[in-house]
């Protein structure tokens, strides 16, 4: 074996190893990565939790209940989150870029085709549907992408892309409601579906991370190699360059003497023989192409086939997502927590209108307080995550607790600085959302990661399909919307129960897989 070859040989062990240590990873292009996402938030979420302003102007327009009308945003919202594991097969196909692509130009034309509603039924395909679907396809990429390139800092890098959302509700309830003021609700959509083509700029980002084999190619480039290959090459190409020159020369001078000798007669056969073969080569070309686009859809169809059952095999196969109790129960907090987040989003700014704080609310929006606190709670949280002595599990649950007496606590405030301060507090405590994809990502692995984000991010959005539409519901029966936010607190209650199961389900996996583990040892010594 020689000095090159050697080169080629890595452990298997060392590729994590080499991976970690790439400049891109946690650094480099990773934080071009860390803005791309921060960009989606701000364009996808942050235009979601803005839907209040245009909430208002949906209710004087169309005249229908407020329980109908809430359902355009929840739709929104709630695809966006519910289609997590169907966006999760197209990242595994297509890859994050072409997904985050393809998703920024259908949320585009989901804002403009809105501008022309004339029923609110309309905004439910137009809107809920097409920009939904859209905004599925661009988040999930990223969400994935940061996880990818980020280890050490993962929760830092996860905290300031998702702070997005909370910059994004800010900038987008200002715009907004500067656009419904200026020019209409109509224009205003069209507007701001101009603005969301540069989700197609954030996908054009995320190119892919660096894989082992990248790596390996970097590393063998050594000294030896290359003097050694650089003198080979130079000798080579000096005979072949040299071969190449004579060559050309000989057949230069063969072409001009057979051209002398010929004739005109045989030029004009020579002539109408090439017409010949090109007529035949071009009838054996639209013979084969049908047959070429048969072989191109068969080995497209393969590769979605394949895609398909790896896809199907994570979920539910035999160490599928679903076989992880404590996962189970993470989705199951999952379907009950989010539509507390989303209902202030949705009601609050007619709560406002309702309460006579109209006046206070043109200067600071509650929504804009739950924005910018939103912020600072998901750097921080991320921050002290990402703490050695410090369990990101204890902090996520922590934070859920707190917004929780908060949902409980909003209706009995009836002064804004009151409705102020509990809302400032929701928006801090919200800021579990950084911590939740390194929660995830602790329950199942990387590997299983996009897979897991996807079906929980599908429970939140089944959350966020069915509460405001139901907090509106229980305003058009009771005419408050106190019930509304005691509801929801009992529905998180009942979620964060569930978390409260992980000590329980964690020591009852750590017994079976010792006992698995066990028996595995057993049947090899019987072999033996």
């Known amino acids: 074996m020689s000095a090159c070859e050697e080169v080629k040989v890595h452990k298997p062990e060392e590729k994590s190893e080499q991976i970690e240590s790439h400049p891109d990873i946690d650094g480099g292009w990773g934080w071009m990565i860390c803005l791309a996402s921060f960009m989606a938030h701000v364009l996808l979420m942050g235009s979601h939790m803005a839907l209040g302003i245009l909430y208002v102007e949906w209710l004087e327009e169309f005249n229908e209940s407020r ?12 695809i966006t989150l519910i289609v997590g594991p169907i966006i999760g097969l197209f990242v595994g196909t297509c890859g994050c870029r072409k997904t985050t692509i393809i998703g920024g130009l259908l949320t585009a034309l989901g ?9 609110v039924y309309y905004l439910f395909i137009s809107f809920g549907l097409t920009a939904g679907i859209g905004s599925g396809m661009a988040y999930l990429p990223a969400i994935v992408m940061v996880g990818q390139y980020f280890k050490k800092r993962r929760a830092l890098a996860q905290g300031l892309s998702t702070t997005g959302t909370g910059f994004g509700t800010f900038i987008m309830t200002l715009l907004l409601k500067y656009l419904c003021t200026e020019y209409g609700w109509r224009n205003a959509m069209l507007i701001h579906g101009a603005v969301n083509l540069n989700l197609c700029v954030c996908g054009a ?42 060559g050309i020369e000989e057949h230069e001078t063969s072409k001009e003497e057979e051209t002398k000798s010929l004739s005109l007669e045989e030029v004009s056969e020579l002539q109408e023989a090439e017409n010949k073969d090109r007529v035949k080569r071009e009838v054996i070309f639209k013979e084969r192409y049908p047959l070429r686009i048969l072989k191109t859809l068969s080995q497209l169809a393969n590769i979605l086939k394949k895609s398909f059952w790896k896809w199907y095999s994570s979920y539910f196969g035999t160490a599928a997502l679903f076989s992880n109790k404590v996962f189970i129960c993470f989705v199951f907090w999952a379907l009950c927590a989010y539509c507390s987040f989303v209902i202030p989003f949705i009601h609050l700014p007619e709560i406002v209108k309702l309460y006579g704080f109209e006046e206070k609310d043109n200067k600071v929006p509650l929504t804009s307080i739950i924005a910018i606190l939103h912020i600072f709670g998901k750097i921080f949280l991320g921050l002290i995550s990402d703490l050695p002595f410090i369990n990101a599990w204890n902090v996520f649950l922590v934070a859920n607790l707190i917004m929780c007496i908060c949902v409980f606590i909003l209706p009995l405030m009836h002064t804004f600085t009151g409705m102020a301060t509990v809302c ?11 911590v939740m994809p390194v929660v995830t990502e602790d329950l199942v692995g990387l590997s299983n990661l996009a897979n897991a984000y996807g079906i929980i991010i599908s429970a939140n959005g089944i959350s966020a399909l069915l509460g405001p539409p139901f907090a509106g519901w229980i305003y058009d029966v009771t005419g408050k919307y106190d019930y509304s936010f005691y509801f929801c607190g009992l ?19 750590d017994t079976e897989n010792k006992s698995k583990q066990a028996t595995e040892a057993l049947h090899v010594h019987h072999d033996e």
């Open 67 to 78: 329980g109908l009308t809430a359902w355009v945003g929840s739709l929104t919202i709630g």
């Open 205 to 246: 980002l995320m190119r892919p991370p660096p894989s082992s084999s990248s790596i390996q190619i970097e590393n063998q480039s050594q000294p030896e190699c290359a003097e050694t290959l650089q003198k080979e090459i130079s000798t080579s190409d000096l005979v072949a360059h040299a071969i190449d020159i004579d």
């Open 491 to 509: 529905i998180y209650v009942i979620g964060i129960g569930f978390l409260l199961l992980k000590p329980c389900l964690q020591k009852q996996n």
């Open 424 to 434: 400032a507090i929701i928006g801090f405590s919200s800021g579990y959302f950084s």
């Open 111 to 119: 804002w403009v085709i809105s501008a022309y509603a004339t029923n």
